[in-house]
Nanobody
């Protein structure tokens, strides 16, 4: 059974930074693409960033491009999301997700496993 556990969320002032982590267990982490999604209150879950199995291919939502960086350490079975220059509109529950293929993807329906989420709150 695949398990994904997010950590690193919290409360930060606008302009600040946070680093989210997603620890994976239950299968060979390095064989599969991963992604970050978020869901704000009253809104649908949206794509944030994704990374392919090697870490050499990444995609970002336009809203976070240039501020967020996705990365992975396959030796540690962990994916990261470095978030800089945070804005109040970044406030959401952030979820990590895993595919069962190697290629990165932007659509939530293409992901098979999900974590429970970690809250990020950015105050103005």
């Amino acid at each position: 059974q695949v398990q994904l556990v997010e950590s690193g969320g919290g409360l930060v002032q606008a302009g600040g930074s946070l680093r989210l982590s997603c620890a994976a267990s239950g299968r060979t982490f390095g064989n599969y693409a991963m992604g970050w999604f978020r869901q704000a209150p009253g809104k649908e879950r949206e794509f944030v960033a994704s990374i392919n199995w090697t870490g050499g291919g990444t995609y970002y939502a336009d809203s976070v491009k240039g501020r967020f960086t996705i990365s992975r350490d396959n030796a540690k079975n962990t994916m990261y999301l470095q978030m800089n220059s945070l804005k109040p509109e970044d406030t959401a529950i952030y979820y990590c997700a895993s595919r069962t293929t190697m290629g990165a993807a932007m659509y939530a329906t293409l992901y098979d496993y999900w974590g429970q989420g970690t809250q990020v709150t950015v105050s103005s």
